[in-house]
């Protein structure tokens, strides 16, 4: 059976959201030259609507039309004539990042986006196979790059700060080893030569090559059945044909906004770009990988975006992640593309968004580009089981073949072969391939086979159901089973490797993988092949099963009987999240030990991979970073992770410890590192930054008194640092000190340099890590008002009515303190409770995240009770994406120099992974810094050392 379906037109022109001119629209009969003609055309119509965001930065249309005519002018000036060949790009999921592969695609030449989120060894291959010819990467200090490039800040979560990027391009030189391309190109460097080369010769001095429709724009790397990465080519016609599609089935237009959260390396990636930018729509780029699950829906909503285009698992756990009244208001369309969706994920999305929100099944591949599109609209019932691949897309003539190569009939299972003007012009330096799947018409289409099979609703809905070979989506990225093989096989403990995927309609899909040692009796640890194949491959391609055998089983003709092989264990049920701070904690060690992604409170060890190996190594870590020496029977009586950290949890509060200080790491010859915690949070929520600082940076951390054992509370952040203070200058008797607190412990710090300045100490540095500016601060501002100036000339009684408005005014801002921010707060009973619970904290050991709670609204009394002085030290700021002061809120009270850092994630998140490599980072410099102080004047720290017993 074959269907062609051409769905609904779009309109010629559109108005555009500055009024005025009419913004015009694509027409499938009548397409563009080019990509980079449309988006000049764009460009001209749309001049001042924001094309491009990512947090921190925005970028309008004719804004990023100038600045990648920079970028191209620079890496054409570069490359000789007779250089012929495409141009890699290494630059973060960002404004920058987008700008260079729209730079790239105005040289005429096709760029190949890489990942910096995989190996660099698999960057290396890539760009080895695509014959780069040149690198366009960001090699110098971030801050001075988005100066260069022309980023222009912009407020995220009421936030003006700038973020950074997260791309090293050392590793992928390192490992391509003198052989990759003969340039490699500065982002910012590339943009300020190119400006400065078309201001001194003119515009229209410029020649600027022009692509046709047919001519390569992209090459898109897939796992490859070899073992080694394929390069799949899309021209300037694929594209055009998705933004087509884009418009016509998706609705995008002029007024729109994106979010792009797919890795634009990807190929669906890389089409939400044209979506968006080709259509007149903006596209705001967040990277969840790197900033964190739980800042995207702050980041949808503070934003306004209209459109999300995202995976299935990736859909579930920003659901997940919702309050349960937790609305996405702005959102027209949502969709769903790379592996299967069901019916119960549209059901469990519709409460999140408005009520006129359509979801949309976006099916495709890399070889075919968009394949089609299944609306749900608003209202209609989801499909009970698999939502189906959907209509064809405008331009691509679907056909269902038997095995004997006769169309199929309307309901019977067939072949998916494609064809059309438009798809991937083939596979890249591999011709043999290419004629395997591809067969040119002499009409001038192209038929594809894919792969998959499928079969035909009477009303032509295609349904897809799965491949004809052994590939499989794997958290939307298709893995072919052989490359895993081919990493597994380069161990040389590993005789004999078989990877198999498991599908199942209501988990996850995983790979198994079936491994023979090569030394007869052996019994590999998963733990170990884990953590040797994150090496090689990207963290979706390793097996999150790994079943040692003796032995392959073998049929008759001594080739490997796939269905013989023993049955994988089920897949452990999802289970919650880590919650408490133990388990957070805990489950930081688990990952490392387990070489795991995530770990969930209900998740079995051993079920994990873990054995007697894997165990030791975790109750060593235990005893090492947490100070906690636990039984080798522990992990039999608390097998999961909540249990374990309960039990770690009651084996501190009885053992003998400080109640206020953890010793993180109390070896090293460095200064220690002091570190303070906010309002109710655990000191060992440093121990992320701890473990990344080096076994040579002693680390300590203070939490309030009473946290975990019964005591008193101190009442103000003053007497909360003399207490604090007393145990450092034990351990510490002489500076420099260095202080580094997290929300309210960033007040605590401040005032404790503050006393040891007075008592005429060393502050070598300071930090302050996400802390907000007091609420003192708006409740004098607010009050300032009430109090009377004096009155003498006035006579004794105007005086005395002074004297007692000033007390009238003194009283009220003392009450405002005391009372809610917001005071119709002030009837809910969870408000009359909390304030009924602050007299008790420390005294009463709450049970749970209670116990956190009434600590935290302590600490928020403090700090509406504590207004900073001036400090004239070095300052280390930090920033989440949260934080509702001004970038430069911090300025009035850091006299001396200091630094503002961006960090894209939630408030809670910045001491967690991966946000504290960059941080730990600054934080080894500074240390560096006051170090090499001390030796250049011969002075060294006397440094106490206290242990678990003191």
Not at 291 to 299: C, I, K, M, V, Y
Not at 679 to 691: E, I, K, P, V
Not at 915 to 928: G, L, Q, V, Y
Request: hydrophobic share 40%; charged share 20%; glycine share 10%.
């Amino acid at each position: 059976m074959a269907l062609n379906e051409s769905g609904r037109r779009a309109s010629l022109a559109v108005a555009t959201p500055e009024g005025g001119a009419f913004f015009p629209a694509l027409h499938f009969d009548d397409l563009p030259a080019s990509v980079v003609s449309r988006f000049r055309e764009v460009a001209t119509h749309l001049p001042d609507t924001p094309a491009l965001v990512s947090p921190g930065v925005v970028m309008t249309f004719a804004e990023a039309d100038r600045r990648t005519d920079d970028i191209a002018m620079a890496v054409l000036g570069r490359l000789d004539a007779n250089e012929d060949g495409p141009v890699a790009t290494l630059l973060p999921h960002s404004v920058a990042g987008l700008l260079g592969v729209l730079g790239v695609l105005k040289t005429g030449r096709p760029v190949v986006p890489l990942d910096p989120m995989v190996p660099a060894e698999r960057m290396a291959q890539i760009v080895r196979q695509a014959g780069c010819v040149a690198l366009l990467t960001d090699l110098g200090d971030s801050s001075v790059a988005r100066s260069t490039v022309g980023l222009r800040p912009v407020g995220t979560n009421g936030s003006n700060a700038t973020a950074e990027s997260s791309v090293n391009p050392d590793a992928l030189l390192a490992a391509l080893a003198g052989g990759g391309p003969r340039h490699v190109l500065d982002l910012a460097a590339a943009a300020a030569d190119g400006a400065r080369w078309i201001a001194a010769n003119g515009a229209d001095a410029v020649w600027w090559p022009q692509p046709l429709v047919d001519d390569p724009a992209c090459i898109v790397f897939t796992s490859g059945s070899t073992g080694a990465p394929k390069g799949v080519v899309w021209t300037n016609g694929t594209f055009l044909c998705d933004a087509y599609a884009g418009a016509e089935r998706l609705g995008f237009a002029p007024g729109d906004r994106l979010a792009l959260v797919l890795p634009y390396s990807f190929a669906a990636g890389i089409t939400v770009v044209v979506f968006g930018l080709l259509n007149g729509a903006g596209v705001y780029a967040y990277d969840p990988r790197a900033a964190g699950l739980s800042g995207l829906a702050d980041w949808i909503s503070s934003q306004h975006l209209t459109a999300l285009q995202t995976t299935p698992s990736l859909l579930r756990s920003l659901v997940g992640s919702l309050e349960p009244d937790q609305v996405l208001a702005d959102l027209r369309i949502v969709t769903t593309c790379g592996e299967a969706v069901y019916g119960r994920d549209i059901t469990a999305l519709r409460p999140h968004v408005p009520p006129a929100c359509t979801y949309v099944n976006w099916s495709g591949a890399s070889e075919i580009a968009s394949l089609g599109f299944f609306e749900v609209p608003p209202g209609t019932q989801p499909p009970a089981g698999t939502v189906p691949a959907g209509l064809p897309a405008t331009g691509k003539e679907v056909v269902l073949r038997r095995e004997d190569g006769t169309p199929a009939d309307p309901g019977e299972v067939g072949d998916v072969e494609v064809t059309s003007a438009y798809l991937s012009a083939g596979y890249w330096g591999n011709a043999e391939m290419t004629t395997s799947r591809f067969t040119p018409l002499t009409d001038g289409r192209t038929t594809c086979r894919t792969g998959d099979v499928g079969r035909f609703e009477p009303n032509g809905t295609l349904i897809l159901l799965g491949r004809r070979d052994a590939a499989v989506k794997i958290r939307g990225y298709l893995v072919e089973p052989s490359e895993v093989e081919a990493a597994l096989l380069s161990s040389a403990e590993i005789a004999e490797a078989v990877v198999t995927a498991v599908a199942h309609p209501s988990a996850r899909n995983r790979l198994v993988a079936y491994v023979v040692p090569a030394v007869h009796g052996n019994t590999l640890s998963p733990v170990r092949i884990r953590r040797r194949l994150r090496e090689k491959l990207p963290v979706w391609m390793v097996p999150t099963t790994i079943i040692p055998l003796a032995e392959l089983p073998r049929n008759e003709r001594g080739k490997v009987d796939r269905g013989a092989l023993p049955p994988p264990p089920e897949a452990p049920a999802v289970s919650a999240r880590p919650r408490t701070q133990w388990e957070i904690v805990v489950a930081d060690i688990w990952t490392r030990v387990l070489d795991l992604e995530e770990v969930g409170i209900g998740d079995d060890f051993m079920e994990l991979g873990g054995d007697s190996l894997a165990a030791n190594e975790l109750l060593t870590l235990v005893a090492e970073k947490l100070g906690i020496t636990m039984p080798s029977s522990a992990l039999v009586d608390a097998p999961t992770l909540g249990e374990f950290a309960r039990a770690l949890s009651l084996a501190q509060q009885s053992g003998p410890r400080h109640p206020t200080v953890v010793p993180l790491r109390t070896t090293g010859s460095r200064p220690p590192l002091f570190c303070f915690a906010g309002a109710g949070a655990l000191a060992l929520g440093f121990h992320s930054l701890a473990r990344r600082l080096g076994d040579d940076q002693p680390v300590y951390a203070f939490q309030a008194h009473g946290l975990e054992r019964r005591g008193v509370p101190d009442w103000s952040v003053a007497r909360t640092a003399r207490r604090h203070l007393e145990i450092i200058r034990v351990l510490a008797p002489r500076g420099p000190y260095l202080l580094a607190g997290h929300s309210l412990g960033g007040l605590i710090a401040m005032e404790i340099a503050q006393q040891l300045a007075a008592a005429g100490e060393e502050v070598g540095f300071l930090s302050i890590m996400d802390t907000y500016l007091p609420a003192s601060l708006r409740i004098e501002s607010a009050g300032s008002g009430s109090a009377a100036g004096s009155g003498g000339a006035a006579g004794s009684s105007k005086a005395a009515e002074d004297h007692a408005r000033g007390y009238r005014g003194r009283l009220a801002r003392f009450t405002q303190k005391l009372l809610p921010e917001q005071r119709a707060n002030f009837t809910s009973k969870a408000t009359l409770k909390k304030m009924v619970q602050i007299p008790l904290t420390g005294v009463v050991q709450f049970g749970g995240l209670e116990q956190f709670d009434v600590f935290f609204n302590h600490g928020r009394l403090l700090e509406r009770f504590y207004r900073p002085r001036p400090w004239p030290g070095r300052t280390l700021v930090y920033r989440s994406a949260e934080n509702p002061d001004p970038e430069d809120a911090w300025s009035a009270f850091l006299t001396g120099s200091h630094d503002t850092h961006f960090v894209p994630c939630e408030h809670f998140y910045l001491l967690r992974e991966p946000h504290i490599i960059k941080i730990s980072e600054h934080f080894r410099a500074e240390i560096d810094r006051v170090v090499a102080g001390l030796t250049k004047t011969g002075r060294r720290a006397d440094e106490g050392r206290l242990t678990a017993t003191d």
